[in-house]
């Protein structure tokens, strides 16, 4: 190595020099701190309507930091001079690690002037951890009022069960909520797969069952889940549903009826809320290269940097045998 260096002082300083610059970006990127804490919190404070009985905001999910889609989506809805603000169930980002919610923070902030809240998904985890999302965006489960409506955002994160003590959380919040015009629950994986028998991307059914009469007893007039990468409306039984996992994450299907990226336009009016489906167009190709290098920087990095080792010692080697 040390002959190598001698010989080819530039090349192998510069290869050194890419290892070690992507290795402190890398560790800058995952380990930083983030200058951003309580974001659901402050965005409730943001949160304006000019009639308490008459405002649209959008549903989303499942973007996992998918520029090619996703800045496109936050830009149309930031067009919409009628939504107030956005509700992003989960799947924020692809990776629960620090650097993958700096991106996330990062497209919201400059494609999008509305507030924003979030419901965390199972792809917010890092290591089956919800510390960065804790850490950064708040509470895991929380509740807001706007005008005469009710928002209770879950923590639904895991197909195997729903946590008993959320779901007393989440009745006392109902039982809160009756004096009220409406009421709109969103979490990440559903209480049900509205595809039927063979699939099961949604909660047991002992518990889907469950939140079920809980919604029926306490009159929800909305459900908003994603998790499924598509999109599903319809009736559970008497609650209006929507599935909207279409923000950018790959499709889990082909039928073109539930299969495409969008988001979803909700007006609330006189206690009745008018949901309307928006698809969305990707960008080009590049977008997706560009994705991939930053969530890859670190191997790009260390290759590049290998690269530039081998071809200085292939023509040490080639000089050598001369």
Known sequence: MRKIFEEHPVRTGLACLFILSFIVLQFWNCYAPLPINDWNKKEISRIKVADPEDFTFAVFGDNKGNSSFFEPLLKEIDHDKEIAFAIDVGDLVSNGKRGYYRRFLNQVQESLAIPLLTAIGNHDLNAGSPENYLKILGPAYYAFQVGKSYFIVLDATTES?????????????????????ARFVFMHVPPFDPRGRGFNKCLPEKDGKDLKDLFRRYKVTYLFASHIHGYFSGMWE????????????????????????????????????????????????MARVRDAMEDYVLEWGLLLGAGILLLTLGLTIKKQTR
């Open 161 to 181: 069960g729903f946590d008993k003590t959320e779901r007393l959380w989440l009745e006392e919040e109902l039982q809160k909520a009756q004096s009220l015009k």
């Open 238 to 285: 008497e609650i209006p549903y929507t599935i909207t996992g279409g923000a950018g994450g790959g499709l889990q299907g082909s039928d073109p009826e539930h299969f495409f990226h969008h988001y979803v336009t909700v007006h609330v009016h006189n206690a009745k809320a008018n949901m309307i489906v928006k698809p969305v167009d990707g960008r080009d190709v």
